[in-house]
């Protein structure tokens, strides 16, 4: 990789070399690399490497390398598709009070928890200051 920095402006900004700014972002799309570790052994501040590989693998505006080297880098995430899930979500709900008292509300809904949560953390026994 060639030297990163090709010019320094009056106002602290720096201009990098295409070539090697291209070669860091291929070396930070193989999988298992250190993108903050690559940015400070390169000099280049983390924050603006990311942004490099965010503009490389959305296209906006710059030049985009070639799909070969995007090919190489397997996908981060596998997309997951709900088929067929259930739309109801049943839970058995059992409680020890404080008090030594165990309660059995047997099977709720989803939307039947945060009702029950509630009854019980009002429950004198439950150390609840409210009413």
């Known amino acids: 990789m060639g030297e990163m ?6 106002d602290g900004r720096r201009r990098f070399d ?3 700014k291209r070669e860091l972002i291929e070396a930070c799309l193989q999988p298992g690399v250190s ?3 690559l940015a400070l052994a390169h000099g280049v501040n983390a924050n603006l490497l990311r942004k490099w590989i965010s503009r490389h ?3 906006s505006g710059h030049r985009r390398l070639t799909s070969a080297v995007v090919a ?3 996908a981060a ?5 709900a088929s067929g899930v259930a739309e109801r979500i049943e839970c058995r709900l ?3 009070l404080r008090n030594g008292v165990e309660v059995d509300f047997g099977v709720a ?10 009854l019980l953390d009002r429950l004198p026994c439950s150390g609840s200051k409210r009413g």
């Open 35 to 37: 993108v903050a570790g």
């Open 94 to 96: 059992r409680a020890t």
């Open 5 to 10: 920095v090709v010019k320094h402006l009056r």
């Open 109 to 118: 809904g989803k939307d039947e928890l945060p009702t029950l949560l509630q």
């Open 72 to 74: 190489k880098a397997p």
């Open 18 to 20: 295409a070539q090697a």
């Open 57 to 59: 693998q959305h296209g």
């Open 77 to 81: 995430f596998i997309p997951v598709v």
